[in-house]
């Protein structure tokens, strides 16, 4: 079955009492037993809840997976993937990743033990030497946020395998419809399905998507005992809005390269971060792994002075000031304050994240619109 056919039909199966052809919202807390022990799957909402189960269905076909779990935001899936290790255990990350998960890494985790060593990986052999007997998991995104580097998804699985180290990757950019790092090696994927899964920008959810069984179980004991599970009616949204995945992530290509090449030729542009220029370093790679180059991208002013930033910033009509991407309306963003604010200023810079940058999650609008918005802004 193809992809965009799985995305409707994935985990739907119609409701034996009424026939729904759209799975109900089960708003229930707790499940009656048939006696002591003996149930019909479900207990309670914590650990299962039928709306859950039928996103999860569909979430595992997404990514070609044999199995996914939802959890209430995307860092939460994060934090169960690193709750797999134990104190004293390592993890080479990758440099330029979404501050949130930095965040995660660097003021929760490591003070619970775990020590994370970070490197550019757009050469997989960067990774090397740092595995050491204490090293356990690689995690990394491709393309990266915010400065769209790739990563060679199958040399950086070669190298994990080889290892015996687990590979987590960050699949949010790219979405499934793009890119299915499983595929390539990868152990474990995660998302962000607040953004293209989600697609509408009113749902906080994440996922974890894996093929071994022995994983699930883990992360799944790890889901039940910690708690962070998303409600039904989230995975109700995010169960709609994968419905639709590859008709908008097929306008989100196309208006993300309209707009890339048009800021590329602006008298006012410097750079444009888009893993879709022939000329780009990961240009191959992406091209060999990636189905289509995604609606994000980011850009520099000419003038970086902080208050032309700030101008064009908040010049915007369409283009809303506002964290998230992966949303049906196109956002505005500066990631030095904004999504990344909590990496340090010495570490951002150095990994090549300006103080002047500018991201783009480009949306479904018309693009003639939303390059006339860019236009007026930037002047």
């Given at each position: 079955m193809k992809f965009a056919t799985r995305l409707i039909h994935a985990g739907m199966e119609p409701d034996p009492s009424t026939g729904s052809i759209i799975p109900p919202v089960y708003q229930t807390s707790t499940f009656v037993q048939e006696a002591p022990g003996r149930n019909k799957g479900y207990e309670y909402a914590r650990s299962q809840n039928p709306t859950r189960t039928a996103l999860e269905k569909a979430l595992a076909s997404t990514e070609n997976a044999r199995y996914a779990l939802s959890f209430s935001s995307g860092v939460a899936a994060s934090d169960a993937v690193i709750r797999l290790l134990v104190p004293g255990d390592e993890v080479i990350a990758a440099n330029d990743m979404y501050g949130g998960t930095f965040r995660l890494f660097s003021k929760i985790f490591e003070k619970a033990g775990i020590r994370f060593h970070y490197v550019d990986m757009q050469q997989a052999d960067h990774i090397l030497p740092l595995i050491n007997p204490k090293t356990r998991l690689v995690w990394m995104e491709t393309p990266t946020n915010p400065l769209m580097n790739i990563v060679d998804l199958a040399a950086v699985s070669t190298i994990a395998k080889e290892k015996n180290l687990l590979l987590c990757v960050d699949n949010t950019f790219a979405s499934p419809a793009l890119q299915n790092p499983?595929?390539?090696?990868?152990?474990?994927?995660?998302?962000?399905?607040?953004?293209?899964?989600?697609?509408?920008?009113?749902?906080?959810?994440g996922c974890v998507m894996m093929n071994d069984a022995g994983l699930r179980d883990q992360l799944y004991f790890i889901q039940k005992s910690c708690g962070a599970v998303p409600g039904p009616q989230d995975c109700f949204l995010v169960l709609r809005g994968i419905k639709t995945l590859q008709v908008r992530i097929e306008r989100h290509c196309q208006n993300g390269e309209k707009i890339a090449r048009y800021l590329r030729g602006h008298k006012s542009v410097r750079k444009v971060y888009w893993c879709g220029f022939e000329d780009h370093p990961g240009y191959a790679i992406a091209k060999?792994?990636?189905?289509?180059?995604?609606?994000?991208?980011?850009?520099?002013?000419?003038?970086?002075?902080?208050e032309e930033t700030r101008r064009v910033l908040s010049s915007t009509k369409l283009f809303s000031l506002a964290e998230s991407l992966g949303g049906v309306e196109s956002l505005i963003s500066h990631p030095a304050s904004m999504t990344h604010a909590s990496i340090p200023k010495e570490e951002r810079i150095k990994n090549g994240l300006s103080d002047s940058l500018i991201r783009l999650s480009v949306g479904i609008e018309d693009v003639d619109d939303l390059i006339e918005d860019l236009e007026n802004a930037i002047g």
């Open positions: 499983l595929d390539f090696g990868a152990a474990i994927v995660v998302h962000s399905a607040t953004k293209y899964l989600g697609g509408h920008s009113d749902v906080i959810h060999k792994q990636m189905s289509g180059f995604g609606g994000m991208l980011s850009f520099e002013l000419k003038n970086e002075s902080p």
